[in-house]
Every structure is written in C-alpha cells, then in structure tokens.
C-alpha cells in the first residue's frame, strides 16, 4: 500500500487540480456582487440517510482556499447521518465559502455514498471474520478521495495502482504464457529491480488454484468468479498456505454466502462504481 506521506500528496494534487477546473481565473459570480470585506457563515445540510465522509476533505479545502476560514464540526467521518442533520458550519469570507462550496459538495456526496455502501457490506459480513475490499474501479483522477471513503464506511483498500502490488491477472497470465511463467518471471522481475511487492494471482478454475499452490512467494489468491461450492473447495485448498479473496459480480445478496465459504476477503468494485450521491447542501445561516 502506499504511504501515508503519498496518499496525503494525492489528496492535496485532488484539490488544487479541482480549484484549478472549478475557479480558473475567478468567480466572477461572487466578485460582481459580493464584496471582498464580506463575511459570513454557512452550515453544510443533511438531506438524506446514511454514512457522512468527507469532513475532514472539506476541513483541507477550505484551508487551502483560506487559512482563516473556521469550521465548527459537529458530526465526525464515519458517523451515522440522518435527513435535516448538520454535519459543520463553515465562517469567514463570504467569497471564501463560495468558492470553495461545489468541490466541498461534490466530494463529500460521492465519498459519504461510497462509505454508506461499505458499511452495509461491512454489517452484512458480521461475524464471518471476513473483510471487504474495494478495487481499482475507480473514478479517474479522484481514487484516492473513494478508497479514503471505503476506509471511513469500515472497509479495507486493495491496492492504491499498479505500482504498489503485483496482481496476475488473467489476461497477464495468458500474455505470459501461463501461471508458473508468470509468477516465475514476476519473482525475477521483483529481485531484479530490487523491489519488495506482495503477489496476488487469479484463479479461473480448481486446476489453477492447484497450479498455484506449487508456487511459493504468493501472499494472496483471487478466487474469480466461483460458484460457492467451488470456493468452499478452494479455499479447502488453500488452507494457510497464503490467504484467500473472492471477487466478480458479488452483490448485497450473495455477500454472506461468499464470506460463509471461509474466504478471507472479498473484493467489490460496485463499492465505488456503482453508487448514488448522498444529497448535501451548504446554505448560508
């Protein structure tokens, strides 16, 4: 996974490159009418049911778009939310608040969406002593505010990209010419360049989890797209050797029985590519 020193480099190339799309040379909305003396406060609006994140994401916009603006928080990441709930107020300069409003908005509907999805596959996985995981299904450009919202809905982060964890998929082992030459060249490759990357390889079938039990060096195996009753025998398979994670197609309804099976994880890309906005607003009080 990647650090917290580069996540945090992430988050801050989010904000200026959406400062940038979203101001350009100014809001000329507010500077026509708004006078730059102008103060004022604002409260960010609940108008739905779920999980909120993205507060501590609004606390570094606004700083970034003004050091003296103020946020009074009331409700913390991660915290259950219900319609006509007040999440903060925001005061300081009027113009200040409105320029910074739709990328506070934007983020925080999508990231309290995402983390209101993980965390009903989080209770559903109650007790099974499985963990959710989201993917790189992602939105181009904004990964990290996503898997920052997986985080706060209670889930784990798969792998940032392609450069902090090797993952073998199909179509690599396929190009590769097959399991054994794929991770054999993978471990050349990572001994040759001198870095330290875990390896995820995917299974299509039993006879694939077999081929890749005969390999060491493998810290995790994708069970893709199995049936439960061939995950039940897969993971038997697998036993300690390294652990386990199903994915393809799992939904709200077949989650349980997956975990049931004894997987250690499941990975779930519809925790970020398929979700609908929380509805927030920001009003001035």
């Known amino acids: 996974m990647i650090s917290k020193e580069q996540f945090q480099k992430e988050i801050e190339l989010i904000v200026a490159n959406a400062i940038r799309e979203d ?57 259950k939310v219900a319609y006509g709930d007040i ?42 002593g499985t963990k959710i995981l989201d993917t790189r299904k992602t939105t181009p450009g904004i990964r990290a505010l996503e898997k920052w919202a997986v985080k706060i809905g209670g889930g784990e982060n798969h792998r940032f990209a392609l450069y902090d964890m090797i993952m073998l998929k199909d179509n690599h082992i396929d190009f590769a010419g097959g399991i054994t030459k794929a991770i054999n060249k993978t ?24 081929e890749i039990l005969q390999n060491k060096g493998v810290y995790r195996i994708l069970i893709d797209n199995f049936n439960y009753e061939d995950t039940k025998k897969a993971v038997a398979l697998i036993g300690d050797t390294c652990l386990t994670e199903s994915s393809g197609g799992i939904n709200e309804k077949t989650i349980r029985k997956y975990a049931e099976c004894g997987v250690d994880y499941i990975s779930s890309g519809a925790l970020t590519h398929s979700v609908y906005n929380m509805d927030l607003s920001l009003k001035a009080v």
């Open 23 to 79: 101001v350009g040379d100014g809001d000329h909305s507010s500077l026509a009418c708004i006078p730059e003396q102008a103060t004022g406060k604002a409260k960010l609006l609940v108008k739905d049911n779920g999980i909120i994140a993205g507060v501590e994401f609004a606390k570094t916009v606004f700083q970034h778009i003004d050091k003296d603006l103020k946020m009074d928080i009331l409700i913390e990441d991660g915290s």
């Open 87 to 128: 999440v903060f107020y925001v005061e300081g300069a009027s113009q200040s608040i409105l320029k910074a409003e739709r990328l506070v908005l934007n983020a925080m509907q999508r990231m309290s969406a995402i983390a209101t999805k993980t965390k009903q596959f989080v209770d559903l996985l109650e007790g099974t």
């Open 187 to 210: 471990k050349a490759y990572l001994k040759n360049t001198n870095r330290d990357l875990k390896i995820i390889v995917e299974a299509r079938n039993l006879e694939e989890i077999q």
